[in-house]
């Protein structure tokens, strides 16, 4: 019997890696019946006396972002039940933003892909995953790019 699993929540940059983990999320997901609940950070650039995470971005990115979202669920979880969640944040902040949505939906686990960055990449672009995991009030699942390859069903 699996973990009882209600609601997965899955980071998503609509990259091959994210989108690998995401049906990860979904065979865990029809397992135990929970709800997948997709998320994309839109950047924002720092603006003063802007919040640094946003739940509306009101632009034309937070637009794309939802039919991308949309068009993901329709073609990978016909029969799942899904949410979609687009929120806005400060580059440095996107880690946050997805700790927030968590507590926000109250979620059991999360599931999202690492990019295996290191070295000078890793010093100046962080590690969204690793901040995640560092503030996360649930577990957190995390894939390396090697282990996701051929994961993603056409």
């Keep these: 019997m699996p973990y009882p699993f209600r609601v997965i929540l899955s980071p998503l940059q609509f990259d091959e890696h994210s989108v690998a983990a ?14 997948i609940y997709l998320l994309h950070v839109v950047p924002i650039l720092p603006a003063l006396g802007e919040a640094s ?14 039919a991308m979202l949309e068009e993901l669920a329709d073609k990978y979880l016909k029969g799942i039940k899904h949410e979609r969640i687009v929120r806005g944040a400060f580059p440095s902040e996107t880690a946050h933003a997805v700790i927030e949505v968590a507590k926000e939906i109250k979620a059991d686990l999360i599931v999202m892909a690492t990019h295996g960055r290191t070295g000078l990449p890793h010093f100046f672009m962080g590690s969204v995953t690793e901040g995640v995991m560092r503030g996360a009030p649930c577990p957190v699942l995390t894939i390396k790019p090697e282990h996701l390859a051929g994961r993603v069903q056409k």
């Design 53 to 66: 995470i946003t739940e509306h971005v009101d632009s034309v990115e937070e637009q794309k972002a939802n």
């Design 22 to 35: 995401m049906t990860l999320a979904k065979e865990m997901a029809e397992a135990s019946g929970a709800t």
